[in-house]
C-alpha cells in the first residue's frame, strides 16, 4: 500500500498546487495549467498502465491446471494380417 499512498499524494499534491496558483492573469497562472496538465497526465497515464497491466493478468485469476500430454510413440498402427 505504500508505493499507491506515495503516488496518491503525489498527484494530489500537484492538483493543490495548481489550485493554489490559480489567478486571473500573470506567471502565477502558467505555472498553475503546468500543475494542472502535469496532474492530469499522471492520473491517465498511471490509469492507462494499469489497466494495460490488469487486463494482461487476465484480472488476476489463475488460469486452469494443464492437460499432461499423450506420448509420443503410442502404438504402432495395425499391419495386414499374417497368413499362415
Known amino acids: 500500500m505504500g508505493p499507491i499512498t506515495?503516488?496518491?499524494l503525489l498527484v494530489g499534491l500537484?492538483?493543490?498546487a495548481g489550485a493554489i496558483l490559480a489567478v486571473p492573469q500573470?506567471?502565477?497562472?502558467?505555472l498553475?495549467?503546468?500543475f494542472t496538465m502535469l496532474g492530469?497526465?499522471?492520473i491517465a497515464g498511471l490509469s492507462t498502465i494499469g489497466t494495460g497491466a490488469l487486463l494482461l493478468s487476465?484480472?488476476?485469476s489463475k488460469g486452469a491446471?494443464?492437460?499432461?500430454?499423450?506420448p509420443a510413440g503410442g502404438t504402432p498402427p495395425a499391419g495386414p494380417a499374417a497368413v499362415a
Open 6 to 8: 506515495v503516488g496518491t
Open 14 to 16: 500537484l492538483l493543490v
Open 26 to 30: 500573470g506567471p502565477s497562472r502558467t
Open 40 to 42: 492530469v497526465l499522471l
Open 58 to 60: 487476465r484480472l488476476g
Open 65 to 70: 491446471a494443464p492437460v499432461p500430454a499423450a
Open 32 to 34: 498553475s495549467l503546468f
